[in-house]
């Protein structure tokens, strides 16, 4: 973090990423106090950067009028804080259509006259990116409107859902004189992009369970990747989907622990089994978890489990296939143990990002 005060001046050399991480909402802008690499999964609402669950205040390099980005009630997606979006999608995770109400909006000129735009809803079945998952993508249709709301990014902070995208049909000028507070909306979810999210989520969580019957039960679940294999960072690097754990594995055991593996969680997606979510009170979700919660879930909490087959759930936000057979194989390519800190990289069949375009 940089000392308080200090000013990043974004875009520029010092910070040629920011305008990529400020995408798909960007005016040129200083921000006091953020360093670089904090700038990751960040949003303008509000002349406030939103970035994770921070909220940082930004000032205009450019005198703002109403052309650039309207202040006043109708237009501004924030002016009072939000009610938690209803993640309809908790209960029914293979609901892809539904219907909401809108509760705030704004648009945004970009270079080329296209506009982009951000829509606050009371209840949404698109998942925001988080818990290594991508997001959702799909549309919005407006009461009223034959044009549209195409939404190509969906994040979330402080439990409102902000819905990106741009207007469809007549340069977005009619869907756009439509859109006010109070509007019924119609959502669409791009079933072959959430298909493939849900596969690789469930199969991250296969492995896990798999542990333990491979002589690996001292690894302890730490973060993931369940995003399509293939995803370049910048052109610099090609990420694949992994699950990480706490504790080591030894060298000379790597091959033979990622081909038994490998074996044991293909032999349960052969047998299959109902994979299920339920949002608990925390006692009743921490016998679902084998009898222990993470630290970070507070005790006055009613967590999500998700369960895989009738193995010990575990809190989870994410999307998932409806038996586990639904994962349709999976190739575990490499386990890499570092540091106390072991890696397990793996992918799916049909698996490529071209399915996320």
């Known amino acids: 973090m940089q000392n308080q005060g200090e000013e990043i001046d974004c875009p520029g050399k010092r910070d040629a990423l920011a305008s990529w ?145 741009f207007s469809e049909g007549s340069e977005g000028i009619e869907v756009e004189s439509l859109i006010e507070k109070g509007k019924k909306v119609e959502l669409y979810v791009d079933e072959t992009r959430r298909w493939l999210n849900s596969r690789l989520h469930s199969a991250g969580h296969l492995l896990d369970v798999c542990l333990e019957d491979v002589g690996l039960g001292h690894l302890v679940p730490g973060k993931a990747y369940h995003f399509p294999d293939g995803i370049t960072f910048l052109h610099l690097r090609n990420f694949r989907p992994f699950v990480e754990y706490k504790g080591a594995v030894a060298q000379n055991e790597l091959l033979s622990k990622r081909e038994e593996l490998e074996r044991h969680a293909n032999a349960l997606i052969s047998r299959g089994g109902k994979v299920s979510a339920a949002v608990l009170p925390y006692d009743e979700a921490c016998k679902m978890c084998g009898g222990h919660l993470p630290d970070y879930i507070s005790k006055d909490s009613t967590p999500r489990i998700v369960m895989i087959g009738d193995n010990p759930g575990c809190p989870c936000g994410g999307t998932h296939v409806v038996d586990i057979s639904d994962i349709n194989g999976i190739k575990v390519s490499q386990i890499r143990s570092k540091k106390g800190m072991t890696k397990v990289f793996y992918n799916i069949p049909d698996q490529s990002y071209a399915q996320l375009q």
Request: aromatic share 8%; hydrophobic share 35%.
């Open 21 to 165: 991480y400020m995408s798909p909402l960007f005016i040129p802008f200083r921000v006091s106090g953020v360093a670089p690499s904090n700038l990751r999964n960040s949003h303008i609402i509000n002349k406030r950067l939103v970035v994770t669950d921070r909220v940082f205040i930004i000032s205009s390099e450019e005198e703002e009028d109403e052309s650039r980005i309207s202040m006043d009630d109708h237009h501004n997606p924030q002016p009072q804080p939000q009610p938690a979006t209803k993640l309809e999608y908790f209960d029914d995770m293979w609901k892809l259509h539904s219907t909401a109400t809108l509760l705030s909006h704004i648009f945004q000129e970009e270079s080329g006259g296209r506009r982009r735009g951000v829509l606050i809803l009371d209840s949404t079945i698109f998942h925001p990116q988080g818990g290594g998952q991508p997001s959702d993508t799909g549309f919005i249709e407006i009461e009223d409107s034959v044009s549209r709301f195409v939404v190509d990014d969906v994040r979330s902070n402080d439990g409102v859902v902000f819905h990106y995208g």
